[in-house]
């Protein structure tokens, strides 16, 4: 069989960057200057590219949730505030201290018996969606809007406690004053559930200035599991009632459950008034380059890169080597993939297309060097083991491609989403496990490899080519 002609090319991560953008808003605060250079290619922002950030900032917002009329605002649980600083040699984001990495309560900031009902609403309603949307998460959820009775409790939780905690949890630049300013840019139930493979969520950066978690149930309930903050290398793990709060901007994830089931109520905070223009900037510059306005996703990439110098996140330096990338630029997007990989040395994305880039441009080893990092960055992500396996194939070493390929089959069945991207990667790994086998001189395994591989996508010419060849190649060695 031939790699050349009948297996599936390399492929590049082209979705959305690490931010979490879960609705139509961009989140944001206000314009730094701090930094600002004219370096480089691109204008800096316009006054009227400021303001369409504004008017996006404003209309992804509603009215800060208020008690009542005539409702008194309780006494706040008299707790410790445990505070985690950001690693030595570590610049946190604008506008954030050295202290302010993420801030636990010590104890229980809700009772018992709120939580449960949240669980209980959410679970009487059923209705959990996976977020499929995004590519690193492997989690179930439920909006806080579409649970009533957890809406009405969720209004006077977020004025009386949750946003009066977060101004003290970050005081190097919120004053009590500032609670009544803070925005839900979104708000979710979320269920890790270690049996139905729903049980992570990858590392990302929200959309959010602030992110907020609530433990909805207990921790003898679920095994593992927690919030991993990678700036610490670790995850958190915090009992009923407690909550983690953290720049929205940091990569972190949820850790992977393994036995049980967790919730936790995540709540994205912004303030009324401040936009992280950086990021709205690298947002818009993602929607226009999803629907191939390159030119104009360009143009926004490079004033987010403009105010933020170094910047905060390498989303723009991703999305701008993927406008490169998609124009077969592959030295210019070589240079920014690996300025993105200086910001985020964890980012999977970024050596995933450096890898990419680096085989175009004719550099097998440093590509298979790329592709190799990224699949170790991942326990879930298949197109670093794919392009991988492709590339060590192509350079002559088929068993050990063919044993790459199995790991992604073994990726995607302990992390199984169902849907028909995962039902084609399938077919394309057993594909390439098939072509791999046969130059290996295993024709039997390459067989029923290259017939899984019909079996999911029937219309694979490459699939049954290769298949009559095998089969040819088994009965001229029986004649």
Not at 35 to 60: D, I, K
Not at 180 to 189: H, L, Q, S
Not at 414 to 427: F, M, P, T
Request: hydrophobic share 40%; aromatic share 8%; glycine share 8%.
């Amino acid at each position: 069989p031939s790699r050349g002609w009948w297996a599936v090319a390399l492929v590049y991560l082209a979705g959305q960057g690490q931010c979490w953008c879960p609705r139509s808003g961009i989140a944001g605060r206000s314009l730094n200057f701090r930094g600002l250079s004219a370096a480089g290619a691109g204008s800096l922002p316009t006054p009227q590219a400021l303001l369409e950030n504004v008017r996006l900032h404003e209309e992804a917002y509603g009215s800060s949730p208020r008690r009542k009329p005539g409702d008194q605002a309780p006494e706040l649980p008299s707790v410790e505030l445990e505070r985690l600083l950001f690693p030595d040699g570590t610049s946190p984001p604008v506008p954030f201290s050295q202290e302010e990495l993420c801030c636990l309560s010590s104890g229980p900031l809700f009772r018992k018996e709120e939580l449960e009902a949240v669980v209980a609403e959410a679970e009487e309603r059923g209705g959990w969606s996976p977020q499929s949307e995004f590519y690193y998460a492997r989690d179930v959820t439920q909006q806080v809007e579409d649970l009533p009775k957890t809406r009405e409790w969720f209004h006077s939780a977020c004025q009386d406690v949750l946003f009066p905690f977060l101004c003290s949890a970050f005081p190097s630049f919120l004053t009590s004053a500032d609670a009544k300013n803070m925005r839900i840019f979104d708000a979710k139930v979320l269920k890790y559930n270690a049996t139905a493979k729903q049980s992570f969520l990858g590392v990302h950066r929200d959309g959010s200035l602030l992110t907020s978690l609530v433990a909805l149930n207990t921790l003898d309930e679920y095994e593992a599991g927690g919030t991993f903050l990678e700036p610490l290398g670790r995850s958190l793990r915090y009992d009923q009632g407690h909550v983690c709060a953290h720049p929205g901007i940091i990569r972190h994830g949820g850790q992977r459950v393994t036995q049980g089931v967790r919730y936790v109520m995540v709540v994205f905070v912004d303030l009324h008034g401040m936009v992280e223009h950086d990021r709205v900037f690298a947002n818009r510059a993602d929607s226009l380059r999803l629907a191939g306005h390159l030119e104009k996703a360009e143009d926004l990439y490079q004033m987010a890169l403009q105010i933020r110098q170094p910047p905060n996140s390498e989303s723009p330096l991703v999305g701008l080597a993927l406008v490169h990338l998609a124009r077969g630029e592959w030295a210019d997007a070589t240079e920014l993939l690996m300025e993105a990989i200086k910001v985020a040395p964890g980012s999977s994305k970024a050596w995933s297309n450096l890898g990419f880039c680096l085989a175009r441009q004719g550099k097998p080893k440093e590509a298979t060097r790329a592709f190799r990092r990224a699949a170790d960055l991942t326990d879930f992500e298949v197109e670093p083991l794919l392009n991988l396996g492709l590339m060590l194939d192509e350079g002559g070493n088929a068993e050990e491609a063919a044993g790459v390929f199995r790991s992604a089959l073994g990726r995607i069945e302990a992390n199984s989403r169902g849907d028909a991207e995962e039902l084609k990667l399938r077919a394309s790994l057993h594909l390439n496990l098939g072509v791999s086998l046969a130059q290996g001189g295993d024709l039997s395994g390459a067989v029923e490899a290259l017939r899984e591989s019909l079996r999911l996508d029937p219309d694979s010419l490459a699939a049954r080519n290769n298949l009559e060849l095998c089969e040819q190649a088994i009965n001229q060695q029986e004649g």
